[in-house]
T-cell receptor, first 115, second 110 residues
């Protein structure tokens, strides 16, 4: 089944303890992205990637790192999580062809709580 | 800069029509539309590229006015399953640097 898989689905951690949220897609998509969703603020892009080894900052990159060493994986790293990073996180992937563009397929989300 | 969506919320009866608008102050390469149901991930509905096209998806269609940097989502003969929050997303280029609006909560009542 074509999908974007995020792990874990739920995570409670303490301030300052480094964590990684994994994201993997099995559709050979070149584009991948991380979003956070907060009540009243909607979906905000953290980082996006246009292909392997090509990443760029989105609208809210502070406090996050990403890497794209393989096409299928796009992990989100929080080096020193803080309570203001408590949020619902979505990974998404997309692709285009010579004749058409397609939107993002989203993972199921990771609900992160930093205490 | 975040695109502006309107209205913020709309309540309909089954069979009624609705229009959701999305506008940007920046020149756009494309506009995306997504629907998110409570507790679920957003689901892609359609993408419109610059060139002023209109696309359809069952009873849901959309238009993109490139000159005005505006897009509208049209829901006709709404069904209960259309309930959810609709987001537009805008791209200045083709790299999927997608910025979402704040969403429009659509409720369809029997």
């Amino acid at each position: 089944e074509a999908q974007v898989t995020q792990n874990p689905r739920y995570l409670i951690t303490v301030t300052g303890k480094k964590l990684t949220v994994t994201c993997s897609q099995n559709m050979n998509h070149e584009y991948m992205s991380w979003y956070r969703q907060d009540p009243g603020l909607g979906l905000r892009q953290i980082y996006y990637s246009m292909n392997v080894e090509v990443t760029d900052k989105g609208d809210v990159p502070e406090g996050y790192k990403v890497s794209r060493k393989e096409k299928r994986n796009f992990p989100l790293i929080l080096e020193s999580p803080s309570p203001n990073q408590t949020s619902l996180y979505f990974c998404a992937s997309s692709f285009s062809t010579a004749t058409a563009n397609y939107g993002y397929t989203f993972g199921s989300g990771t609900r992160l709580t930093v205490v | 800069q975040q695109p502006v969506q309107s209205p913020q919320a709309v309540i309909l009866r089954e069979g009624e029509d609705a229009v959701i608008n999305c506008s940007s102050s920046k020149a756009l390469y494309s506009v995306h539309w997504y629907r998110q149901k409570h507790g679920e991930a957003p689901v892609f509905l359609m993408i419109l590229l610059k060139g002023g096209e209109q696309k359809g998806h069952e009873k849901i269609s959309a238009s993109f006015n490139e000159k005005k940097q505006q897009s509208s989502l049209y829901l006709t003969a709404s069904q209960l399953s259309y309930s959810g929050t609709y987001f537009c997303g805008t791209e200045p280029g083709s790299a999927r640097q997608l910025t979402f609006g704040s969403g429009t909560q659509l409720t369809v009542l029997p």
